[in-house]
T-cell receptor
Framework: SQKIEQNSEALNIQEGKTATLTCNYT??????LQWYRQDPGRGPVFLLL?????KEKRKERLKVTFDTTLKQSLFHITASQPADSATYLC????????????FGGGTRLMVKP | EAQVTQNPRYLITVTGKKLTVTCSQN?????MSWYRQDPGLGLRQIYY???????DKGDVPEGYKVSRKEKRNFPLILESPSPNQTSLYFC???????????FGPGTRLLVL
């Protein structure tokens, strides 16, 4: 079956460290992958998009990698801060015409001061 | 301010009583979609629309209807709500390439 898996358990790290979140998928060949941030009770907020022909993308303290051979994306937050505490969702383009986005279950990140 | 709005934000209703959740965007986006979010199941797409009068089913369309008569609006209709439709609902919109989806604030629905 087609699946998108993210660490279901919360990730706890110390302020200042680098947080690394994983998104693994099977049976998809997405043209792109996206990462979103979601705070409790609020809608997801887009962070980054990486295409299948891109290995890495950066935006300020965020870095995303995309390995289509391993079918995996890694999401890094460097110099993490308590304000980075949230749930992070990955999403894949899964439609035949690029018309569907399928989300992973999300990983909750807790950054402790 | 660019935004997606949903109404109502909270709704308690009873089984079988038809309801509509409205969604509106002010970014002139072609693409709009509805998701539901449930604990342990994540975000699942209900319906999406590529443009006016063009709609299609997502992963979990049963029990829902949508319409897209205007570009800015994409209402979600529950003709006969059931308790298993109790959930947190999000509307989203994006431009044609769908590279960035903007989500609304969510509608929390409880069906008794």
């Amino acid at each position: 079956s087609q699946k998108i898996e993210q660490n279901s358990e919360a990730l706890n790290i110390q302020e200042g460290k680098t947080a690394t979140l994983t998104c693994n998928y099977t049976n998809y060949s997405p043209a792109y992958l996206q990462w979103y941030r979601q705070d409790p009770g609020r809608g997801p907020v887009f962070l980054l998009l990486i295409r299948e022909n891109e290995k890495e993308k950066r935006k300020e303290r965020l870095k995303v990698t995309f390995d289509t051979t391993l079918k995996q994306s890694l999401f890094h937050i460097t110099a993490s801060q308590p304000a980075d505490s949230a749930t992070y969702l990955c999403a894949l383009d899964t439609g035949n015409a690029g018309n569907m986005l399928t989300f992973g279950g999300g990983t909750r990140l807790m950054v402790k001061p | 301010e660019a935004q997606v709005t949903q109404n109502p934000r909270y709704l308690i209703t009873v089984t079988g009583k038809k309801l509509t959740v409205t969604c509106s965007q002010n970014m002139n986006h072609e693409y709009m979609s509805w998701y539901r979010q449930d604990p342990g199941l994540g975000l699942r797409q209900i319906y999406y629309s590529m443009n006016v009068e063009v709609t299609d089913k997502g992963d979990v369309p049963e029990g829902y209807k949508v319409s897209r008569k205007e570009k800015r609006n994409f209402p979600l209709i529950l003709e006969s709500p059931s308790p298993n439709q109790t959930s947190l609902y999000f509307c989203a919109s994006s431009n044609r390439d769908q590279e960035t989806q903007y989500f609304g604030p969510g509608t929390r629905l409880l069906v008794l």
